[in-house]
């Protein structure tokens, strides 16, 4: 562009991206080169270093693609260059993701008996709290979890170390989520 006397062109990265899965005859087509690549590309782009023709310059940057297309005809790869699979959860870690969805994903799913208080706290009159229906999928719960903590509302306490992260199930995690997000809202039964 320099040569041809275009000095001033801004110029725009349409399409960049690395697949996180592909045949088995693909070498570094996988999640931790995807999220490797992806992650390098961020820091350098955000670092304003530009490149050796055009130093100390940011450029507008697409990262090719958000979700994986698992209808796309083609080879594996192809349906794979997404951030997010098409159930909109994370296919790797970026480091764009807001915190809170990803810690709040409890590593122990088996229930964590704890002490109930000696003097119970009598509930006021009025109140209503929403909790996970029995039996409910916890896939399902955790799509609860990763939405609500998306929202922007304080998932803290169900984080490690938080006051509310035991016991660490979804179960327990879903409830103070769901309940953070009905508290939040204009607290209709459907919420």
């Not at 080169?33 to 390098?40: T, W």
Request: aromatic content about 10%; some cysteine; glycine content about 8%.
């Amino acid at each position: 562009m320099k040569f041809l006397g275009f000095n001033d062109v801004e110029i725009v990265i349409a399409e960049t991206g690395w697949p996180s899965m592909g045949d088995s005859t693909q070498v570094g087509v996988d999640a931790k080169s995807a999220a490797e690549y992806n992650g390098n590309l961020m820091r350098h782009v955000t670092s304003g270093a530009g490149t050796p023709l055009m130093p100390n310059r940011t450029f507008e940057t697409y990262i090719f693609a958000l979700f994986n297309e698992n209808l796309k005809p083609g080879p594996t790869c192809e349906r794979n260059f997404g951030l997010f699979r098409p159930d909109m959860t994370p296919v790797y870690d970026t480091g764009i993701l807001r915190p809170t969805a990803r810690s709040s994903i409890p590593n122990n799913p088996t229930p964590v008996p704890t002490a109930a208080p000696v003097n119970p706290t009598p509930r006021s009159k009025g109140k209503q709290w929403c909790l996970p229906k029995t039996g409910a999928d916890e896939n399902a719960l955790q799509r609860n979890i990763d939405y609500v903590c998306g929202l922007g509302l304080d998932c803290g306490p169900i984080q490690e170390d938080g006051v509310c992260f035991l016991p660490n199930t979804v179960r327990a995690h879903a409830a103070f989520a769901m309940n953070v997000f009905y508290q939040s809202t204009e607290k209709n039964e459907y919420d």
